[in-house]
């Protein structure tokens, strides 16, 4: 049986030339008439929302927006969107993204996936993508759970998780997912969470004004199989303790009085207390260029001593592949002038038999 990929138009959509003049719109007009069908209080409303917010805000025209989705319930959210947009197959919304990047330079792409669909089965592509550096704009959507098919443990699920595939426990060790993006050299890597709306905004808008991949892992709630994952992370009585915004250029200090920070002692952190004549000069300073410094932010997530990252880890500039390709491109038509399948059939050793 051949899988369906669904592809959608946005509704109202002109002409690219009668689309030349852009105007702001407001969020509410990326915003398709499609039912939202995600579980009443789940974290999924809150990202749309802040994400139709973001684009109407840096003013991106909806005929060249398109939104490519994998398997999953966060994969539902082309169909929210009210631009070009295609909900395909498990896994596979790299892939696709990819190809697409790699002919139209000009449109504005976001893939969507989740814990599930972007880092089991459609692992292998995510890494490629981030390593070839295609520009296009990612958002994990990390439950540590499977939703949509009702409550299994995820390549994201911590150890120990009980569910219905680990009645006693999960014993695999969980995927880092911002450890993975810095290990396949992914140009641009954050975190956001769902419930905190400017901060998700904040890093929404340096991923798309990022040229390259950038990476956006975020924290959403399954209140259903997975309810109260990232509280500590996400209520207002304990956040503060327990994350660390990230500020290019600005020491590491969290606490909810703002007294705690960290050092490097070597390449080793070490929380401070600045109640005890340690002044801010000499916590760390974070910088987003800092790939080292970043990969230790990035193990902050899977060491419970330390507070949970939040902001932009890393960002760097360096070639989009889709650039170095038509470079490529028209060097070849140079050198080699018109192309010829027939000849690049036949190549350079060939012969003829009588």
């Known amino acids: 049986m051949k899988p369906k990929m669904k592809i959608k138009a946005p509704a109202g959509i002109k002409t690219r030339d009668q689309a030349k003049t852009k105007i702001t719109m407001p969020g509410k007009d990326y915003a398709s ?40 319930c966060s994969s539902r959210f082309p169909y929210y969107m009210n631009t070009y947009g295609m909900h395909s197959i498990h896994g596979r919304a790299t892939a696709i993204a990819s190809g697409l990047r790699a002919i139209r330079r000009d449109l504005n792409i976001w893939i969507i996936t989740g814990d599930g669909d972007g880092l089991s089965i459609g692992g292998n592509h995510l890494i490629h ?19 949509l098919t009702k409550g299994q443990y995820s390549p994201t699920s911590p150890i120990g998780t009980i569910n219905k595939t680990a009645m006693w426990g999960t014993i695999d060790s969980p995927f880092n997912p911002l450890a993975l993006a810095l290990g396949a050299d992914a140009s ?21 004004d990022h040229k390259g991949a950038s990476f956006v892992e975020i924290y959403q709630n399954c209140n259903v199989f997975n309810d109260g994952a990232f509280s500590i992370y996400t209520d207002k009585s304990f956040k503060k303790e327990n994350t660390l915004t990230l500020e290019h250029s600005k020491p590491l200090i969290f606490g909810n009085l703002e007294d705690k920070g960290i050092k490097l002692d070597g390449l080793k952190p070490v929380i401070v207390s600045l109640s005890n004549g340690i002044s801010q000069d000499e916590l760390w300073i974070h910088d987003e260029t800092d790939p080292t410094k970043a990969s230790i932010l990035s193990r902050f997530s899977h060491d419970p001593k330390f507070p949970r990252p939040l902001g932009v880890l890393y960002a760097i500039q360096r070639p989009a592949y889709e650039d170095l390709l038509h470079e490529q491109k028209e060097k070849a038509y140079n050198q080699g002038g018109k192309p010829d399948l027939f000849t690049l059939f036949k190549g350079k050793n060939s012969w003829e038999v009588h």
């Open 33 to 72: 008439d499609q039912e939202i069908r995600w579980c009443p209080g789940c974290g999924d409303y809150s990202i749309l929302k802040q994400v139709q917010a973001v684009l109407a805000e840096v003013n991106v025209p909806r005929e060249e927006t398109v939104f490519i989705s994998g398997i999953g």
């Open 129 to 147: 993508l981030l390593r070839r550096n295609f520009n296009v704009n990612i958002l994990l959507f990390n439950n540590e759970i499977y939703g």
């Open 188 to 208: 641009f890597v954050a975190r956001g969470l769902d419930v905190d709306p400017q901060l998700l905004r904040n890093v929404l808008k340096r991923a798309n």
